[in-house]
């Protein structure tokens, strides 16, 4: 079996070293690029959302290299991210590839659903070695999250630009060769210091924005025109609401903490919103109340046809906690230079509405 799974992010990293651990022949599509997108929106339904159509295009890509199993996301909850893989199996049958394609249920039974298909791709490797398999390549995923929070912190204050971003790609590379837990816990520490020491502007006090919206383009850079190094450039303090790692231990791993978190966001979207509405629709309205004393504004990044982000737009417009909230739709269609151009615009708005914040704090104090 050739495995391959399209990327989200560095979702690959854990997958990569899972597979290598197990003796499984692990392809690595090349990562998103406007190629992917193209051949992804070539070839999917008309409508379909953004998730679809790159992880398609990726999967076209991964095909192309020999790939003949190949895993991505579903479930049955109530969007549409259910039906992906058999569409998205038919589409690569019809182009002509003999491929199958493996859905990981990412909202029911999941730490089991994984590690069965694990055993099945693996030719019933045993099940200790696929445990083993899996803690490894899920603390690797721990490291590339704990040294992406630094990155993120790092960014808007850094007297070079770039630095971080610098930084961080090695980070990952290095994080992505280490063959054990000790190289592992070197390489983390040794970058979240080399982070932690980057000359900073003490004077800024940069603005805090929360980043929320859709499981895949949050984690996508390439599906949400790489929104949180560009709002670092501007000076801005990036809070996103997911990391992978985190995700896992309350999806795979019925983790207390990660349970709490999660009722914590939908208690939050309660007086608005009482119940699931498919995707991440619902705790996109949590976040925002929940963190609207926090941070000076929120980006709602939303793919184009998505219902739950859809119904959580419009309920973000109106609850009483009146955070801004600047909706980005990603999609094929849409510009990253207009992206950018409406981004400054939030920016500015958030520079205006703090100076005047602390304006009137002063003026109460005098
Ligand atoms: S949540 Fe929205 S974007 Fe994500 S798979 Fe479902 S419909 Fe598509």
Not at 242 to 258: D, R, Y
């Amino acid at each position: 079996m050739r495995v391959s799974t399209p990327h989200m992010g560095h979702v690959y990293i854990p997958f990569k070293a899972i597979f290598k651990r197990l003796g499984v022949e692990f392809i690595m599509p090349p990562i998103n690029t406007q190629r992917t997108l193209s051949l992804g929106a070539r070839y999917s339904p008309e409508g379909l959302c953004i998730p679809f159509k790159m992880t398609l295009g990726n999967l076209i890509e991964a095909a192309d290299m020999g790939a003949n199993t190949l895993l991505i996301p579903g479930g049955d909850g109530i969007c549409r991210l259910g039906y992906y893989g058999k569409v998205q199996e038919q589409v690569l049958h019809n182009l002509g590839y003999d491929t199958e394609v493996i859905q990981i249920g990412v909202s029911e039974q999941k730490f089991r659903s994984l590690m069965s298909i694990i055993r099945k791709v693996s030719g019933d490797a045993p099940w200790y070695r696929i445990i083993s398999a899996i803690r490894f390549g899920l603390s690797k995923l721990a490291s590339v999250d704990r040294v992406e929070r630094v990155v993120q912190k790092v960014r808007p204050v850094e007297l070079v630009k770039g630095t971080a971003n610098q930084l961080y790609s090695h980070a990952i590379s290095a994080i992505d060769k280490a063959d054990d837990y000790d190289t592992l816990k070197r390489v983390e520490v040794d970058y979240i210091n080399q982070l932690e020491r980057v000359p900073r502007d003490k004077q800024v006090q940069p603005l805090i924005v929360g980043i929320t919206g859709e499981f895949y383009v949050l984690l996508e850079p390439f599906s949400s025109f790489d929104i949180e190094q560009e709002l670092g450039r501007m000076g801005v303090e990036v809070r996103r609401s997911t990391f992978v790692s985190e995700w896992t231990k309350f999806s795979f791993f019925l983790n207390p903490f990660g349970i709490n978190e999660k009722k914590r966001i939908h208690r939050a979207a309660r007086p608005y919103l009482k119940r699931d509405i498919g995707g991440d629709g619902w705790e996109s309205v949590g976040e925002k109340v929940l963190h609207a004393e926090e941070y000076d504004g929120i980006v709602h990044l939303a793919p184009f046809t998505c219902m739950p982000e859809i119904i959580a737009q419009n309920i973000m417009l109106s609850t009483r906690e009146k955070i801004p909230v600047l909706t980005v739709l990603c999609d094929e269609q849409i510009a990253k230079a207009g992206v950018l151009t409406r981004l400054e615009a939030f920016v500015d708005l958030l520079i205006r509405k703090r100076r005047a914040h602390s304006g009137r704090a002063q003026g109460a104090a005098a």
